[in-house]
């Protein structure tokens, strides 16, 4: 392994999902896993593929895309510090985004299941790794709240003024129909 992504990774911030563990402990979790370095456009995880992989970002930057009826709409990004791909050690489906490289990155990943086939050797190390990647999904559906209630307000707002456009212009319609049947003073 490279003497200076390991160092990266034991040294992380003390922000990172890894300040729960000590310089020791972060080390044997930086063994359980690999170096992987992406450059600018790199894609790192596909939206719909199977995604086995804990990422941490060493360094760099990646930005995370969600495509839904043909549109693809960048959702965060990430940098230094960052995991991605958390879910994966909780289920074994399909990645829910795409991800990819904005700069030169460089990352350390953990397959899920080698991390629990630690759970015997390392159970503190991987009791605080699922804790902290429970906190991290928790504060992200925390993030996404206000998001999606501004959505769903907008999209009432637009359904609503749909529906007022309708009903006026179907108000004008039989207000002519009257006018036509039975002269202007009617309606």
Not at 16 to 21: A, M, V
Request: proline share 2%; charged share 30%.
């Amino acid at each position: 392994m490279d003497q200076e992504l390991i160092q990266k990774f034991v040294n992380s911030p003390s922000t990172s999902w890894l300040s729960d563990l000590d310089a020791e402990e972060r080390q044997v979790l930086c063994q359980l896993g690999d170096f992987l370095q992406l450059q600018t456009g790199d894609i790192l995880i596909e939206q719909g593929e199977q995604q086995p992989f804990l990422y941490m970002i060493l360094d760099g930057s990646l930005k995370v895309t969600v495509a839904s009826d043909g549109k693809e709409s960048e959702v965060a990004r990430l940098s230094s510090g960052n995991s991605i791909g958390e879910m994966s050690m909780v289920d074994q489906d399909e990645a829910s985004a795409t991800v990819t490289a904005v700069d030169r990155c460089d990352l350390w990943r953990m397959r899920h299941d080698r991390l629990l086939e630690c759970w015997m050797e390392y159970p503190r190390i991987v009791a605080v790794v699922l804790l902290s990647l429970f906190a991290i999904a928790v504060r992200r559906i925390k993030e996404m709240n206000p998001q999606l209630a501004a959505l769903k307000n907008k999209q009432s707002n637009e359904v609503g003024a749909k529906l007022d456009e309708q009903r006026k212009r179907r108000i004008d319609i039989a207000r002519r129909i009257m006018e036509s049947k039975f002269g202007s003073g009617v309606a």
